[in-house]
């Protein structure tokens, strides 16, 4: 109880006994997509929609998934059942499974298919009251033309690289820019500023980020709640002089950030329009989903 982990067929209770081989072209060269999902009082928040960005992300790289969305959606929820949690983060991975030492995929007969539920804390809980602290980091988001930022990959160095940056200053995350300059996501989240007291500003997809699920939620209630919100390239200048800021991301969820490269953002805490939108948000995870 308080774990189970889905390992091609089989079910574990326990860490050390979920293992793959290290021949898997996942770990020998992050050759595989995966997605995180969250549990909310036993319902699975977007389900459908994160296992159709898994498939997508598969589908862009020619790796076949060997069961079908529907089987895939079945296992996630066995597998949350099985771990006795209420509230859980799902890691689910598929990787282009065991093959040989060399990069060539087609001598990787079979996917690896992995469902993790067990729980994820990428901040600790002040941080979430009192907001974060980031820097703009100098490494730059992968341009969508190498590598398409949609892709859910198994590869995040570009992001790793930005988040070793945040350490040396002491901060708590990285904004990266994108080839041109403009703000285009934080190492896994996305990226929020409020302007003019109803004015939400996120980059577009087109900037070279991923188009995060809870992005599409925070836009459809801030539009819904009366917000404007504007999908158009911004610069660190538009962070600096904004009056709120906020990453959003499954693992993250909604955090106010209230200080970047040493300039505090409005008054240097979370602001009010962030916690109204934090709680219709909350409250959507509290209601939606698919029940375990
Ligand atoms: N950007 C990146 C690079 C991510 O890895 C993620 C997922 N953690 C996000 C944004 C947020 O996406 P979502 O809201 O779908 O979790």
């Known amino acids: 109880m308080g774990l189970c982990i889905y390992l091609n067929g089989k079910f574990y209770a326990s860490r050390d006994k979920a293992l793959i081989s290290v021949y898997d072209h996942g770990f020998l060269y992050g050759d595989g997509v995966f997605e995180g999902i969250r ?16 498939y997508q992300s598969a589908i862009s790289i020619l790796l076949t998934i060997p069961i079908p969305a529907e089987k895939m959606e079945k296992l996630v929820i066995d597998t949350c059942r099985r771990s ?25 007969p079979s996917p690896t298919i992995v469902i993790m539920a067990d729980k994820i804390s990428l901040y600790p809980p002040e941080k979430y009251l009192n907001g974060i602290k980031v820097i703009s980091s100098a490494i730059r988001r992968n341009r969508p ?18 988040k070793i940056e945040t350490f040396r200053y002491g901060a708590d995350e990285a904004i990266m820019l994108n080839d041109e300059g403009y703000v285009s996501e934080a190492t896994a989240d996305n990226i929020f500023i409020l302007k003019n ?8 997809a087109y900037l070279g980020i991923l188009e995060g699920i809870t992005r599409y939620c925070v836009i459809d209630l801030a539009k819904k709640m009366d917000y404007t919100v504007i999908e158009e390239p911004f610069t660190l200048h538009d962070i600096y002089t904004a009056e709120e800021c ?14 970047i490269d040493e300039r505090l953002i409005g008054a240097g805490k979370p602001g009010k329009h ?15 989903g698919v029940k375990i």
Do not use: W
């Open 39 to 54: 549990v909310y009082n036993s319902r699975i928040f977007k389900l459908k929609e994160h296992i159709k960005r898994l």
């Open 84 to 108: 006795g949690l209420k509230d859980i983060y799902v890691r689910l991975v598929v990787s282009r499974g065991m093959g040989d030492l060399g990069l060539d995929p087609r001598k990787c």
């Open 145 to 162: 033309d190498c590598i398409n930022s949609q892709i859910k990959s198994l590869n995040y160095l570009n992001n790793i690289l930005a």
């Open 197 to 204: 007291s109803n004015k939400l500003y996120t980059p577009p």
């Open 246 to 259: 906020f990453l959003t991301g499954t693992g993250a969820e909604l955090i106010p950030v209230i200080e």
């Open 274 to 288: 962030f916690k109204r939108l934090l709680a219709a948000y909350q409250k959507l995870t509290q209601t939606e």
